[in-house]
């Protein structure tokens, strides 16, 4: 079985501050994982996911995200939030072929950006 | 390249009518998820469809279908709507079931 866990629905940082965004997954298999933004009223963009090979892995709009398995974690961060910034962010895991493939996402975590 | 577009964005049906949403996937992605996402929380999988034939479903009950047309487009249809159907319904292609899904923009329903 496959889920994820976002702690904290609502996060609020200073424009400019470190932005931190956590994820927890389960999964019986070698997880593939992703990091979509939302933001009002509109469809689910994907801004990085990890499928093998390196653990840091770099998306856009200067967000990153490490792959820890010890921890099954796979946080996302951005050294400097921007007021574009404010959105909604789902943490999602998908199953190799063989075993299911949909992803499974997390309740979301609601970003906002104080000027 | 054409992305991922879903029609209509808005409607609004009565409780028991019933709904179709299309969904056209972008260009050369043969595989169409559907998901819908009730306010506040995140998307929910409702069924996939690879090359015309579906390949897999979540938990949602049979009268939420589908069809997948050989061109790769889609269509969710829900019969005898409930209120608790209302939600913002996605669309995500891929060009294979395994890799990353391009999503739509959404059709938001409002059943009342």
């Given at each position: 079985?496959?889920?994820?866990?976002?702690?904290?629905?609502?996060?609020?940082?200073?424009?400019?501050?470190?932005?931190?965004?956590?994820?927890?997954?389960?999964?019986?298999?070698?997880?593939?994982?992703?990091?979509?933004?939302?933001?009002?009223?509109?469809?689910?963009?994907?801004?990085?996911?990890?499928?093998?090979?390196?653990?840091?892995?770099?998306?856009?709009?200067?967000?990153?995200?490490?792959?820890?398995?010890?921890e099954t974690?796979?946080?996302?961060?951005?050294?400097?939030?921007?007021?574009?910034?404010?959105?909604?962010?789902?943490?999602?895991?998908?199953?190799?072929?063989n075993t299911?493939?949909?992803?499974?996402?997390?309740?979301?975590?609601?970003?906002?950006?104080?000027? | 390249?054409?992305?991922?577009?879903?029609?209509?964005?808005?409607?609004?049906?009565?409780?028991?009518?019933?709904?179709?949403?299309?969904?056209?996937?972008?260009?050369g992605h043969?595989?169409?998820?559907?998901?819908?996402?009730?306010?506040?929380?995140?998307?929910?999988?409702?069924?996939?469809?690879?090359?015309?034939?579906?390949?897999?479903?979540?938990?949602?009950?049979?009268?939420?279908?589908?069809?997948?047309?050989?061109?790769?487009?889609?269509?969710?249809?829900?019969?005898?709507?409930?209120?608790?159907?209302?939600?913002?319904?996605?669309?995500?292609?891929?060009?294979?079931?395994?890799?990353?899904?391009?999503?739509?923009?959404?059709?938001?329903?409002?059943?009342?």
């Amino acid at each position: 079985a496959q889920s994820v866990t976002q702690l904290g629905s609502h996060v609020s940082v200073s424009e400019g501050a470190l932005v931190l965004l956590r994820c927890n997954y389960s999964s019986s298999v070698p997880p593939y994982l992703f990091w979509y933004v939302q933001y009002p009223n509109q469809g689910l963009q994907l801004l990085l996911k990890y499928t093998t090979g390196a653990t840091l892995v770099k998306g856009i709009n200067g967000f990153e995200a490490e792959f820890k398995k010890s921890e099954t974690s796979f946080h996302l961060t951005k050294p400097s939030a921007h007021m574009s910034d404010a959105a909604e962010y789902f943490c999602a895991v998908r199953g190799p072929t063989n075993t299911g493939n949909q992803f499974y996402f997390g309740t979301g975590t609601s970003l906002t950006v104080i000027p | 390249e054409t992305g991922v577009t879903q029609s209509p964005t808005h409607l609004i049906k009565t409780r028991g009518q019933q709904v179709t949403l299309r969904c056209s996937s972008q260009s050369g992605h043969n595989t169409v998820s559907w998901y819908q996402q009730a306010l506040g929380q995140g998307p929910q999988f409702i069924f996939q469809y690879y090359r015309e034939e579906e390949n897999g479903r979540g938990n949602f009950p049979p009268r939420f279908s589908g069809l997948q047309f050989p061109n790769y487009s889609s269509e969710l249809n829900v019969n005898a709507l409930e209120l608790d159907d209302s939600a913002l319904y996605l669309c995500a292609s891929s060009h294979s079931m395994n890799t990353e899904a391009f999503f739509g923009q959404g059709t938001r329903l409002t059943v009342v």
